[in-house]
């Protein structure tokens, strides 16, 4: 990673300092603790995206246009000159590059994470987003791998599962940010050494998330 603990512990007391983890310091911690890219991403207020398009049909809930993208190894001074040119902008994250996505609704994803972690699984880190989702980091590739892992699952239908895999071209918005001015994402299972650098095989967690999405919607 090319970060040591040293710099954690560099990132960390500048939050204190500043009494409250401001965005750079959140996106230095993506950026040099955990290896992943990130971009400013667009907020919105009644409905009304920061965007400036009337038209916008994602509203706070997708990276800024022409907003560069911050990459993994960034410092906070180099983060702090991006973000200065977008004050105010969540931060989302490209998936596909460090990590995938399985993203089920909230109650099953919440009921899912417990029995895994009893189940003493290796679990990534975990989204709570405030669209009413549960978002788990799994390792690269899990989004076009899921149909056919599901399918020798037993499960013929995944779409009436609510569950789906996120890839390469998608964002999530990353904590504390705000999505769609519903509220900020919060997680569930932040992110740590021993994870978020190398998040799980999806075929490790995909039986108990299937299972119980299934179960939420019988």
């Not at 040293?6 to 993506?30: H, K, W």
């Not at 989204?127 to 399918?151: D, H, I, K, N, S």
């Amino acid at each position: 990673m090319g970060f040591t603990i040293g710099g954690i512990r560099e990132i960390r007391s500048g939050a204190r300092r500043r009494g409250r983890a401001s965005e750079c310091t959140a996106v230095a911690e993506f950026t040099g603790l955990w290896g992943w890219d990130a971009v400013p991403g667009a907020r919105a207020s009644a409905g009304v995206c920061s965007c400036g398009r009337p038209d916008c049909r994602a509203p706070g809930a997708h990276p800024l246009e022409f907003a560069p993208r911050v990459p993994a190894g960034a410092t906070l001074d180099d983060v702090t000159r991006t973000w200065s040119e977008f004050p105010g902008a969540a931060i989302m994250l490209p998936v596909g590059r460090a990590f995938d996505v399985i993203d089920v609704a909230e109650a099953a994803g919440r009921r899912a994470l417990v029995r895994l972690e009893r189940m003493g699984l290796p679990l990534g880190p975990v989204v709570a987003a405030p669209q009413g989702r549960t978002q788990f980091f799994v390792a690269p590739g899990a989004a076009a791998e899921l149909p056919g892992l599901l399918y020798r699952m037993g499960w013929d239908d995944p779409t009436a599962l609510d569950l789906r895999g996120l890839g390469p071209g998608t964002h999530i918005t990353a904590p504390p940010s705000d999505r769609g001015g519903l509220g900020p994402a919060r997680w569930l299972r932040p992110p740590a050494l021993d994870s978020a650098t190398r998040p799980p095989e999806a075929r490790l967690l995909l039986g108990t998330l299937a299972y119980l999405a299934h179960r939420a919607r019988a």
